[in-house]
């Protein structure tokens, strides 16, 4: 079995069957991702567009493609043909954008809110009252083609475990509050994207459904 291989099926074995395996991929050449494909798995995350792009083109078509990075609204044509999922719908133009696009392709794509739990300055996501807007907006009903299937979210980069715990514990309360006040009668709206290399564990003590591992998977990355 390759490393590759070996890691997925390690960290597959401690997660069980109702954690689902993100493995991204960003920056990884096309045959690490194959020798994790060989292995069976089929669930690859990105965080770029051009280069989610080429990975599908070149790439077996039953692999499932999900988004996990910050996306350009002019860019999201460029995927809406083929997206599995898109974690990262962080504002409510990137919401417009995808649900448009999916419209142009005749597809309903699943998308997770992605909700700001980390006490550091990340550019990107909700907070949980600008959601609560969206969903009270009456452009809301007008999202067609997106399907709205739970939240994702980073914790803090820190060392304190605690911290962690807690940040991953509010992304939980949140889901929780939607689900009840406005998705009650939704059973897709079930998954909980949170936990990386570094925090996964956490994680799923704190309710998560579903973890993007990378550097675990596929050793560390070197940006040029
Ligand atoms: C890169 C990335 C991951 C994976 O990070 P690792 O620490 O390598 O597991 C998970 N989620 C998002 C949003 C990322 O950008």
Request: no cysteine; glycine share 0%; net charge negative.
């Given at each position: 079995m390759s490393e590759i291989a070996g890691k997925i099926e390690f960290i597959k074995k401690k997660i069980g069957n109702g954690v689902k395996l993100v493995a991204v991929s960003k920056t990884k050449p096309p045959e690490d991702i194959l020798e994790a494909y060989k292995s069976g798995h089929r669930i690859f995350g990105e965080n770029k567009v051009q280069e989610l792009v080429y990975k599908h083109e070149t790439l077996p078509q039953d692999i499932e493609w999900h988004m996990i990075g910050h996306l350009q609204t002019n860019k999201v044509k460029y995927i809406a043909s083929f997206i599995s999922l898109v974690h990262s719908v962080d504002s409510l133009k990137v919401l417009r954008a995808v649900n448009n696009e999916a419209k142009k392709n005749n597809r309903i794509i699943s998308c997770l809110f992605q909700v700001k739990i980390a006490?550091?300055?990340?550019?990107y996501g909700f907070s949980f009252g600008e959601l609560i807007d969206v969903l009270e907006s009456e452009e809301f009903s007008t999202f067609t083609n997106v399907k709205f299937a739970g939240l994702m979210g980073m914790a803090t980069f820190t060392d304190s475990d605690e911290q962690i715990r807690e940040e991953f514990r509010l992304l939980k309360n949140y889901f929780q509050e939607l689900k009840n006040s406005?998705?009650?009668?939704?059973?897709?709206?079930s998954e909980i994207s949170m936990g990386m290399s570094d925090d996964y564990e956490i994680a799923i003590e704190e309710g998560s459904t579903m973890i993007r591992v990378g550097s675990n998977i596929f050793g560390e990355r070197i940006y040029l």
């Open positions: 006490q550091e300055d990340t550019k406005y998705f009650s009668n939704i059973d897709y709206f």
